[in-house]
């Protein structure tokens, strides 16, 4: 859980429009798109496209087409806010976590 960090948590967030009408998400790099970020946050906590779909009201249908097809769609924009406070949530505890650990052992 604690390198859920490595995507869209720790430098400023962007979204981008793209000609087709769909919504990406962008921090610095190209490579943090929404479907790295489901694919991350998915793996790292060891959950099915149901669970997660479940955690943030959004079909396993649509999470599947997302992370599968590297494209966002333009009802996504909504569900990027959804899976980033799952991610921000996930970050906050692990820094809690460690920062606790760190002051019982020193």
């Known amino acids: 859980m604690c390198c859920v960090n490595s995507i ?5 967030i962007r979204f981008k429009l793209y000609g087709d009408k769909t919504y990406r998400l962008y ?10 970020m489901i694919k991350k946050y998915r793996l790292n906590n060891n959950l099915s496209y149901k669970e997660l779909g479940e955690l943030v009201n959004c079909s396993q249908g649509h999470l ?3 992370e ?11 569900l990027i806010k959804k899976i ?7 970050f906050i ?12 052992f020193t």
């Open 8 to 12: 869209a948590t720790l430098k400023p």
């Open 27 to 36: 921090n610095y790099s190209k490579d943090d798109t929404l479907s790295e």
């Open 64 to 66: 599947w087409m997302i």
């Open 68 to 78: 599968h097809k590297d494209r966002d769609y333009p009802q996504s924009k909504v």
């Open 84 to 90: 980033l406070k799952l991610v921000r949530k996930d």
């Open 93 to 104: 505890l692990c820094i809690v976590v460690g920062n606790i650990i760190k002051f019982i």
